[in-house]
């Protein structure tokens, strides 16, 4: 028996994700196709696996041998397409399949990857099957896919307009006062989807929204810029636009487009925690009004505003680790009605707990559209604090360096807790801050997320937080 290969760099905690053509292979994407068969699809039963993919030129050969490796093992395709990554949780919600997206999400055109799912978008995440998918897959690279006595069969299935149907259903937008919206596809996904959900494609009616266009035309080399709106850099075209078209929002959607960052009139970037601030107590309310009592998630690193307005609304907020399998595991098992996380991911109950980027600005323009006033002005009750962002630094000992941290602060009377990484806070009493250090799972980096309610707080914790961090 050969050595199995080391592929803990390319099939990480969450998701597959590597350079094409070297880490990430046709013969690769094989053997994760038919690891995946093995280790998560035939032990549960299933038969049959719906797979899509982005934009990306790399995209259809490793769709084609991915699921070569699961017909290698028995297991039928039902291949949809060029699609979303929310449009894959659509497909295999309601197709109740197993799912694989083929995408790299914000990364660079040299990269390629894949999402995985369980029938109705359930995750899968290191501890959920992805760490079997990965040991398997090695052990298929170094001895060979074993091939199952029927080989699976190949269909293929359009969903984009059901897809699109489906969200108009769970947002109606027709009755808002007219908007004008700027979308910044960055030659990504949205610029399939949008028009797929917004414009009047498949007899869906025409809804009061001027979309204004940036970058619609698929190209996976992003030639305009990379489609990661979480670099600043990436908004400035979009924040110019609003700008320039007097437009009253601005959207701009990830690689995959099951992320969304939102701006506003006046061209400022909107922090994630405002928006799972105003979507969660819509939904919210929209639970309480059926008797029932509504829970919301949020990661730990969101803002304290969020848990602190959902609570004042008689709303349940639980916090969470940061992570899409694991909010999507804690949304399912309390039954919640919405989940949001710092990075712009929006999960809904109502679309089988995973997120999409695009049901979360349907809320936000449903929310702009129901009232008169600009969305810098609705948003701000909902942006209360100051907080850093996330600020990574390069550590030889990440232990060390939290201690130090953790020192320094809980000697100021702040609280700490480990549910992910280590958070300290001073929020119950003066001068009220917080703190969140995390090691990378992937890279020897600590992650740091700071807020306040005071900007020269904020800033003072940062920066001793930092230097305590990088000190040599």
């Given amino acids: 028996m050969t050595d199995v290969l080391d592929l803990s760099g390319l099939i990480k905690s969450y998701d597959v994700r590597g350079i094409v053509g070297e880490d990430l292979t046709e013969e690769v994407a094989r053997a994760i196709g038919a690891a ?5 699809v035939l032990p549960e039963g299933g038969s049959r696996v719906v797979i899509g993919h982005d934009m990306r030129d790399s995209g259809p050969a490793l769709v084609a041998a991915v699921g070569g490796g ?15 990554t929310d449009g894959l949780y659509h497909a295999s919600g309601v197709l109740e399949l197993p799912g694989i997206m083929v995408t790299a999400s914000h990364n660079p055109a040299a990269y390629n990857g894949m999402k995985m799912c369980r029938p109705l978008a359930r995750a899968v995440g290191e501890t959920t099957g992805l760490g079997a998918v990965r ?9 060979g896919i074993p091939v199952a006595q029927r080989r699976g069969d190949a269909g293929g299935q359009d969903m984009l307009a059901e897809y699109g149907a489906f969200l108009r259903s769970l947002v109606d937008l027709r009755g808002i006062r007219p908007l004008k919206v700027v979308v910044d596809a960055a030659n990504a996904m949205a610029g399939h989807t949008v028009p797929a959900v917004l414009g009047t494609a498949a007899g869906l009616a025409e809804l009061p929204l001027d979309i204004v266009p940036l970058y619609f035309e698929l190209d996976g080399t992003f030639p305009n810029h990379e489609a990661n709106p979480l670099d600043p850099a990436n908004l400035v075209d979009l924040q110019a636009a609003v700008l320039e078209h007097g437009a009253d929002l601005g959207l701009a959607f990830d690689g995959d487009a099951d992320r969304c960052f939102v701006v506003d009139e006046r061209g400022k970037v909107v922090p994630a925690s405002a928006i799972t601030a105003l979507v969660g107590l819509r939904e919210a309310a929209r639970e309480a009004a059926t008797g029932a009592q509504p829970t919301v998630i949020h990661n730990l690193i969101s803002s304290r505003a969020v848990p602190e307005q959902l609570a004042a609304s008689g709303a349940t907020p639980v916090r969470s680790k940061v992570g899409h399998s694991n909010i999507k595991a804690m949304m399912a098992d309390l039954n919640a009605v919405f989940g949001g996380e710092h990075s712009a991911h929006f999960y809904f109950r109502d679309f089988f707990y995973a997120d999409t980027g695009m049901l979360a600005a349907m809320h936000v323009m449903a929310a702009l559209g129901e009232q008169d006033g600009p969305l810098s002005e609705m948003i701000a009750p909902r942006d209360p604090y100051v907080a850093s962002g996330e600020i990574n630094s390069t550590v030889a000992d990440a232990d060390a360096a939290r201690e130090r941290v953790r020192a320094a602060f809980s000697a100021e009377g702040a609280e700490e ?6 958070t300290l806070s001073h929020w119950n009493a003066e001068p009220r801050w917080w703190l969140n250090v995390r090691a990378s799972n992937t890279e020897p980096l600590l992650r740091l997320n700071v807020e306040a309610a005071d900007h020269a707080v904020m800033e003072d914790i940062r920066d001793r937080a930092l230097a305590l961090i990088r000190e040599a």
């Fill in 417 to 422: 807790d480990g549910l992910d990484g280590m």
């Fill in 135 to 143: 040991d398997l897959t090695g052990r298929y690279l170094a001895d």
């Fill in 36 to 40: 995946f068969a093995d280790a998560v």
């Fill in 70 to 84: 699961l017909r290698d093992r028995g297991v039928d395709v039902t291949e949809i397409g060029l699609c979303s």
